[in-house]
């Protein structure tokens, strides 16, 4: 399998308090991109990040890329209840779209 | 925009039958494919499809066919489920940009099959 691995797989956090989520990679990639599921929704794109790029950011998120490490974080600042919810990274390369197995994110009031 | 719709939400099959999951989108994306999720795993690509009349494997595409006679519609079939098929299934589109753009996901068909 090519899939990706994100570490941790579970993080619990308190509001207000930054989150970082790591993802790892085994090809060259094209691109990365990063997905949010709430608890038995469908995935949203949150940012996607080339591989000429080495950071981006979007709002509360930002997201770093090295690419000879293969490997990115995602960073949530001051963290919010409704950031709950599994997070993805996907690696794009070739002509496919290959998913983490995503961390788990709760954030606690 | 609806985006894109899945339809049913939920499904329970018995071994050896079939059925076929819908997917839409009303964005006129180029790009279809579907995915299956499965505890403590990350999406796998089934099918794909760049355009109408067009499709393509993914990485476990057994037991699967798919079809795009038009540019909304690309359903998934079962030819004749078995338990390891039972998953959530998540149907996305883009556009043109393909794997290398964002991706629109539906809410899911959650597929159990007996």
């Known amino acids: 399998s090519q899939q990706g691995e994100e570490d941790p797989q579970a993080l619990s956090i308190q509001e207000g308090e930054n989150a970082t989520m790591n993802c790892s990679y085994k090809t060259s990639i094209n691109n990365l991109q990063w997905y949010r599921q709430n608890s038995g929704r469908g995935l949203v794109h949150l940012i996607l990040?080339?591989?000429?790029?080495r950071e981006k950011h979007s709002g509360r998120l930002r997201v770093t890329l090295d690419t000879s490490k293969k490997s990115s974080s995602l960073l949530i600042t001051a963290s919010r209840a409704a950031d709950t919810a599994s997070y993805f990274c996907?690696?794009?390369?070739?002509?496919?779209?290959?998913f983490g197995e995503g961390t788990q994110l709760t954030v606690n009031p | 925009n609806a985006g894109v719709t899945q339809t049913p939400k939920f499904q329970v099959l018995k071994t050896g039958q079939s059925m076929t999951l819908q997917c839409a989108q009303d964005m006129n994306h180029e790009y279809m494919s579907w995915y299956r999720q499965d505890p403590g795993m990350g999406l796998r690509l089934i099918h794909y499809s760049v355009g109408a009349g067009i499709t393509d494997q993914g990485e476990v595409p057994n037991g699967y066919n798919v079809s795009r006679s038009t540019t909304e519609d690309f359903p998934l079939r079962l030819l004749s489920a078995a338990p390891s098929q039972t998953s959530v299934y998540f149907c996305?589109?883009?556009?043109?940009?393909?794997?290398?753009?964002?991706?629109?996901f539906g809410p899911g068909t959650r597929l159990t099959v007996l």
């Open positions: 996907a690696e794009t390369s070739g002509s496919r779209l290959t």
């Open positions: 990040i080339r591989s000429n790029e």
């Open positions: 996305a589109s883009t556009f043109s940009g393909g794997f290398f753009s964002e991706q629109f």
